[in-house]
């Protein structure tokens, strides 16, 4: 897969300070964690509806995702990350 240009229309941004706050309901919780980020965007997910972060336990792998496909990105370990999820996503 090529770079994506941090304009893609699939990426979704999520400021670090609304996510690591945990929100009400049923949460996916990302502990210590490498998680890809814009300076100025925030957080990295991947796809829209699926949101999938762009996040690893490892600091080795996650820069090297951002070496492949995120070169205008930075990488940085986060606590504690939370996302709301809806069980009917996972159907």
Do not use: C, T
């Not at 949460?27 to 980020?37: A, K, R």
């Not at 090297?64 to 069980?87: C, H, M, N, T």
């Amino acid at each position: 897969m090529p770079a994506l240009k941090e304009d893609d229309d699939k990426l979704v941004f999520v400021p670090e300070a609304e996510a690591i706050i945990p929100p009400p309901g049923l949460i996916q919780h990302w502990q210590d964690y490498w998680w890809l980020f814009h300076p100025e965007k925030g957080l990295l997910f991947y796809d829209k509806k699926r949101m999938a972060p762009q996040a690893n336990r490892l600091e080795s792998v996650a820069r090297d995702i951002l070496g492949r496909l995120y070169p205008w990105a930075e990488v940085k370990q986060i606590s504690s990350v939370f996302r709301r999820i809806d069980p009917r996503d996972y159907v």
